[in-house]
């Protein structure tokens, strides 16, 4: 299966920015966090919608656009803020491996049901079913999201 989508559509970026207004005024919605991280060419904070997904007390986050500017600062960074509404914790970005990243994909479909269609869409799985998105470990990104002590709260 491979991914032929690699850029956010403007109607999404649209969307993207709703989100982030809701958020920082204190108004979060569905599942939606967002993740802040820096730049790694300009250094200047990113900020991002995501869907995190819990498996046993870890919280994860889940790349659903191949080629993400978002994916590529958090690997060089290694750490970032996840915030929701007016909550932020300082978090360590750990990316998980290809061979352990089907557990918490299986998970995604029943934590974040509105969020499936866009992993469809992309092609970055074959169906929208728990064994679907397990499947589509090699091609999509996992990060474990480990809060940092003494980080922001």
Known sequence: MTAQRSTISPRHKARNRVV?????IGLPFGPMHLLTVPG?????????????VVVAD???????????????????????VLTRGRRAKTVDLVEVPEEQRGPVLREFPGQNP???AAFVRNGLV???SPDGFAAAAPHVVVFRATPRTGGAS
Request: a positive charge.
């Open 126 to 128: 074959g169906s929208g």
């Open 20 to 24: 982030i207004f809701f958020h920082r």
């Open 58 to 80: 870890e919280r994860y986050i889940v790349q659903a656009y191949p080629n993400s500017d978002w994916v590529k600062n958090a690997r060089d960074a290694g750490g970032g």
């Open 40 to 52: 790694r060419k300009s250094g200047v904070p990113r900020t991002t919608p995501v869907a995190p």
């Open 114 to 116: 509105r969020g499936v």
